[in-house]
């Protein structure tokens, strides 16, 4: 079965899907996007995702594509389109088609639209197998990471950089020395004095749905944890790390730069979150 793409309006074969080149996404990168997880035919943390989406159109200063029903309509259309049942789906909107000029139309072109989906990996039953390594790099991104912005070539770069060092993930480190997240993923640490730590939210870092579902999880099991930022040497010092997204889920890193982390496996508390998020995408908030 050939893919199906949304695109400003039209559904239509993945191969005949195009866009404008004159579209500043293409263009200047000017444009935002969702990424989410699609569990037994069904979005994942739904309201988070398309709260950040509003949230990011409105830094920027793009107009929501169409109303959120009608946008959550075509999501659905395009997993049953795409007969998916566990990957996910992809929305980009960008501030639409005009002559190149870096400043905004002086009339707002209506916003570009495009979605797809695709068929992806699913929680694994177990996390045994989903650890991962991940190596550390320099951040090198603007002053807003926490706009879900599609200009991702400093993002593009460090996943290289961990792709080429035979690692699934590059851990970014800011001019302080303190770690901000992955180049596609939130960090997460259980400090040396086994401390539950992911770092605060701010205009350096993306606020990963998956990290404000996990939080909520946390807060209902009472289960404490710091959001006070840690250096590098923290992060080396670790008992435990692990990366969470909506396509990393609860990811636990086993090496970072080539050394083990804690003893080699994925660690109690990576574990139990494992287990919370688990039955979360089971009986959470999606739909
Ligand atoms: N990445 N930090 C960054 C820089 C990200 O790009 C992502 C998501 C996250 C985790 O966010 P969430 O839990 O909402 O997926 C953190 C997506 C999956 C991507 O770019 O493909």
Redesign the pocket.
Known sequence: MSRVAYVNGHYMPMRDAQVNIEDRGYQFGDGVYE?LHVHRGRFVDTDLHMSRLERSLASISIAMPMSMPALMHVLREIVRRNRISNGLAYMQVSRGVARRDHAFPKIAPPPALVITARHGAKLPASITHWGASAITAPDQRWGRCDIKSVNLLP?VLAKQAARQAGAYEAILIDNDGLVT??????VWIVDAKGVLRTRKLGTN??P????GALIGLLNDAAIGFSEAPFSLDELRGASEIFL????SFVKPILQLDAKPVGDGKPGPVASRLFAMFSRHLDGGQNS
């Open positions: 990424v993002n997240e992955g180049s596609s993923t939130s870092l993306l990963g749905c998956t990290r969470t997204s909506a396509t």
